[in-house]
């Protein structure tokens, strides 16, 4: 089975923290993806990632980076946390190609609070 | 640009019932993907069904079943005789040929009560 692991399940931080958040896979996928959801907007892309250190800006950037040094981790870091980065976020991997089908294998999620 | 509509933001039902899921879909491409995960309460975005733009077959896997309709845009899901494990949140997504990405609906809300 494929497995998406995220780091921590809950976080709690302060205004203008740098808050990391890591994901590991272990299923040797070349993609991974950062989403950050929210309630009645579903799920929106933050950044992906298609190889080592390379990555793209999805729909919502502003305010996060990320970091892929190795190919099964992905990381997503806040710079300086502020408010309305609380949310839930969601990381995913994939293999490109007709035989894996685009299909995202998701992690459990981690909750982050930003007091 | 594409996008995916989930109308219903929430369906309760009692145990027993059939639920539908309605999704709709806008997009200009020709060749796309279409999906539908499920998110149980522990949080993991569970896959369900993976679909091709031109592949019309409906599919039935057990209690669910999908109907996928391009000259409507939709790819709704079904859920027959609900039980309460299927308490979750549902949603359809949309992947374009050419690109890396999934374009998510907002989701749909099942309770299934007892």
């Known amino acids: 089975d494929v497995k998406v692991t995220q780091s921590s399940r809950y976080l709690v931080k302060r205004t203008g923290e740098k808050v990391f958040l890591e994901c590991v896979q272990d299923m040797d996928h070349e993609n991974m993806f950062w989403y950050r959801q929210d309630p009645g907007l579903g799920l929106r892309l933050i950044y992906f990632s298609y190889d080592v250190k390379m990555k793209e800006k999805g729909d919502i950037p502003e305010g996060y980076s990320v970091s892929r040094e190795k190919k099964e981790r992905f990381s997503l870091i806040l710079e300086s946390a502020s408010t309305n980065q609380t949310s839930m976020y969601l990381c995913?991997?994939?293999?490109?190609?007709?035989?894996?089908?685009?299909?995202?294998?998701f992690g459990a999620g981690t909750r982050l609070s930003v007091l | 640009a594409q996008k995916v509509t989930q109308a219903q933001t929430e369906i309760s039902v009692v145990e027993k019932e059939d639920v539908t899921l309605d999704c709709v879909y806008e997009?200009?491409?020709?060749?796309?993907?279409l999906f539908w995960y499920k998110q149980p309460p522990s949080g993991e975005l569970v896959f369900l069904i993976r679909?091709?733009?031109?592949?019309?077959q409906n599919e039935i896997s057990g209690r669910y079943s999908w109907n996928f309709q391009k000259s409507t845009s939709s790819f709704n899901f079904t859920i027959t005789a609900s039980q309460v494990v299927d308490s979750a949140v549902y949603f359809c997504?949309?992947?374009?040929?050419?690109?890396?990405?999934?374009?998510f609906g907002a989701g749909t809300t099942v309770t299934v009560r007892a």
């Open positions: 997504a949309l992947h374009r040929g050419s690109d890396y990405k999934l374009s």
């Open positions: 997009t200009r491409d020709t060749t796309y993907y």
């Open positions: 679909r091709n733009s031109f592949d019309e």
């Open positions: 995913a991997s994939s293999s490109p190609g007709v035989l894996a089908k685009n299909i995202q294998y």
